[in-house]
């Protein structure tokens, strides 16, 4: 692995590597949690702070872990973080314990996590993990927060329930419903592969090799899948 | 009785569509909705983890968890007892049930982290649903995401063909047309006070 500085490892999941709009990971908390702007924050939050706590914790085992049974313990180390911001949530703010609901507890099961883990802290330093978990966490949070301001203002006009009064008798109220969460994620996405002109997407096709679960499911749907979408590609080009 | 099941089960389905309502399993509806054997398979094989989660995790919670206070270790004993169950199984269906196995047994693995497994047992229990209803509504959950499995896997076949701008090719159109289902299915928001109430 090459040498990276400290500053790019926690600037590449702010941009560059995106979870949401380029590894395309999370995408359940992200589509459920951003109709509303202060549901958004609060989940990526959580998510950061789970996602830092794991990273270290699972850094600092790396080599205690056995290979086996590994897939298993990241997701107790997970589990427990999120437990604890379970709790810490519902006794000290618990009306975003009740806006977040069934979420909060998905963060166990969230892909970012599981694939940090997987694809990073497992094979890094404690404070390279450290940075990359925050920065991925942050990216996490920053798509939410657009994704989000884009459902509220213009489906509900309000930010983070503050009347935008301009804007109020233009509503779209389908924005904040469930089928404006996959539009404006989808629109997300084909403005970051217009920005990027495709190069971010083409070299992480959706599907399997972004995917955490790559190592521990059996591989012969990934790889016919894998090398399927590569032929179209081939094809297209 | 009778009546409150069939409600629940309806519910499920159709309005509180797991997928294209409450995001919940959303990564294998995109990932596995290519082609629609597998859709199929994905779909069967979830039904499948779904009703044994509950049947497991419901007892714990309720006759272990909470009679000695535990209700806030749910989540790390429920994706444990998924993970173990899901391991468990497979290694069953591996030596006792070959076809099935070969049938299901790619999809297996890929189910313990679907949030929508862990999903539906937290939200059995947090509408305080009894057992028998608890079953009845993983059924529908299941049976939901098959049916978004199935209708979605046709959509997507028409996809692969479309002219579509270039940066909207591949994953962004996919969600579009995901927004496009979704729409048809607020289609059935009032069909349950209307038939059953």
């Not at chain 1, 950061?48 to 790396?62: A, D, E, G, K, Y």
């Not at chain 2, 409150?4 to 995001?23: D, G, H």
């Not at chain 2, 007892?81 to 049938?103: D, M």
Request: charged share 10%; glycine share 8%; net charge positive.
């Amino acid at each position: 692995m090459k040498n990276e500085s400290k500053l790019s490892i926690l600037l590449k999941g702010l941009v560059k590597e995106n979870p949401v709009l380029v590894l395309i990971l999370g995408t359940c908390p992200t589509l459920a949690m951003s109709n509303n702007v202060i549901s958004a924050v609060a989940m990526g939050l959580s998510a950061t702070i789970v996602l830092l706590c794991s990273n270290v914790v699972i850094s600092l085992l790396r080599k205690i872990i056995p290979d086996q049974v590994r897939i298993p313990s990241y997701i107790v180390i997970i589990a427990g973080f999120v437990t604890m911001v379970q709790m810490l949530l519902h006794a000290y703010l618990p009306d975003l314990y009740q806006m977040l609901g069934v979420y909060l507890a998905l963060i166990v099961v969230n892909c970012i996590i599981l694939g940090r883990a997987e694809m990073y802290a497992s094979k890094n330093n404690v404070l390279n993990s450290a940075l990359d978990g925050l920065g991925m966490g942050l990216g996490f949070l920053l798509a939410l927060f657009v994704i989000a301001t884009i459902r509220e203002v213009f489906g509900n006009a309000s930010f983070a329930n503050l009347e935008i009064k301009f804007l109020a008798d233009y509503k779209i109220a389908i924005l904040t419903q469930a089928p404006g969460g996959f539009f404006v994620y989808g629109c997300m996405i084909a403005l970051v592969n217009k920005i990027t002109k495709g190069r971010a997407i083409k070299k992480k096709e959706f599907g399997c090799s972004g995917c955490p679960n790559v190592h521990i499911c059996k591989k012969e749907v990934c790889e016919k899948e894998t090398s399927q979408s590569l032929n179209i590609e081939k094809g297209a080009n | 009785m009778l009546k409150s099941l069939i409600v629940i089960l309806m519910t499920s389905v159709l309005v509180n569509n797991y997928v294209l309502n409450r995001f919940l399993g959303i990564c294998p509806f995109l990932g596995v909705s290519k082609k629609l054997n597998q859709a199929v398979g994905m779909g069967v094989a979830v039904i499948f983890v779904m009703l044994l989660a509950t049947l497991v995790t419901w007892p714990i919670q309720m006759y272990l968890l909470e009679p000695n206070d535990l209700g806030y270790m749910q989540t790390i004993v429920f994706i444990l007892v998924i993970a173990a169950l899901v391991q468990l199984v497979e290694i069953i269906l591996k030596k006792y049930v070959p076809s099935l196995h070969k049938a299901l047994g790619v999809y297996l693995p890929l189910i313990t982290t679907n949030c929508a497994v862990l999903g539906v047992t937290i939200n059995n229990i947090n509408d305080s649903y009894n057992f028998i209803e608890s079953i009845v509504s993983s059924l529908g959950c299941g049976l939901g995401f098959l049916l978004a499995m199935v209708l979605f896997a046709g959509v997507r076949s028409r996809l692969e063909t479309s002219n579509a701008p270039q940066s909207f090719k591949g994953l962004p159109l996919t969600l579009i047309a995901a927004a496009i289902v979704s729409c048809a299915f607020f289609g059935f928001a009032g069909i349950i006070e209307n038939l059953f109430i």
